[in-house]
Antibody, heavy 120, light 110 residues
Framework: QVTLRESGPALVKPTQTLTLTCTFSGFSLSTSGMCVSWIRQPPGKALEWLARIDWDDDKYYSTSLKTRLTISKDTSKNQVVLTMTNMDPVDTATYYC????????????WGQGTLVTVSS | QSALTQPASVSGSPGQSITISCTGTSSDVGGYNYVSWYQQHPGKAPKLMIYDVSKRPSGVSNRFSGSKSGNTASLTISGLQAEDEADYYC??????????FGGGTKLTVL
């Protein structure tokens, strides 16, 4: 049974750095074809893809946010961490992590999401 | 990478069929058969409904089907039911090895 769960602060101040952790079970991020992505959704708005880390440690970032994002993994802990620097109120959103399968290019399992509010 | 273009809203009566379009470019939708569709009910995480343009994951009703022509993919829902009312998002693999989502479509079952 595959599960993912996001954790991190619910509130951050402008200019601070956000660190989110995705803890997963039911699969290994060292298995070929397995990846984990981060996706966010501002209140009432659309999904936005942020970043992905692959089983072989390749990393990919949204072009528009690339300078602010860092994704990493700890395979032994079954965790993926996303950091986003210089947070702004427009970054207020629900942040999801999802398993991405290279075969099928699909987000087949999602966490429940964590709402992050950026406010002073 | 610009978001894929979806209609903001569609509607249909129970039992009818509706189609949601998703338009991209030759660098995403048109360049790969890696389009997927997600259903999202209010306050819930998205759920995978279609992948590889037209494949259904186990457990997804065969009332949901997908297709693609050129730079435009489509999701068709036949035999509309009340529980189909939700937001729908398309997603495509891109030439940068990233993913891009559509702007989302709100489906209303009348």
């Amino acid at each position: 049974q595959v599960t993912l769960r996001e954790s991190g602060p619910a509130l951050v101040k402008p200019t601070q750095t956000l660190t989110l952790t995705c803890t997963f079970s039911g699969f290994s991020l060292s298995t070929s074809g397995m990846c984990v992505s981060w996706i966010r959704q501002p209140p009432g708005k659309a999904l936005e893809w942020l970043a992905r880390i692959d089983w072989d440690d390749d990393k990919y970032y949204s072009t528009s946010l690339k300078t602010r994002l860092t994704i990493s993994k700890d395979t032994s802990k079954n965790q993926v961490v996303l950091t986003m620097t210089n947070m702004d109120p427009v970054d207020t959103a629900t942040y999801y992590c999802a398993r991405y399968m290279v075969r099928g290019a699909k987000f087949d399992y999602w966490g429940q999401g964590t709402l992050v509010t950026v406010s002073s | 990478q610009s978001a894929l273009t979806q209609p903001a809203s569609v509607s249909g009566s129970p039992g009818q069929s509706i189609t949601i379009s998703c338009t991209g470019t030759s660098s995403d939708v048109g360049g790969y058969n890696y389009v997927s569709w997600y259903q999202q009910h209010p306050g819930k995480a998205p759920k995978l409904m279609i992948y590889d343009v037209s494949k259904r994951p186990s457990g997804v009703s065969n009332r949901f089907s997908g297709s693609k022509s050129g730079n435009t993919a489509s999701l068709t829902i036949s035999g509309l039911q009340a529980e189909d009312e939700a937001d729908y998002y398309c997603s495509s693999y891109t030439s940068s090895s990233t993913e891009v989502f559509g702007g989302g479509t709100k489906l209303t079952v009348l």
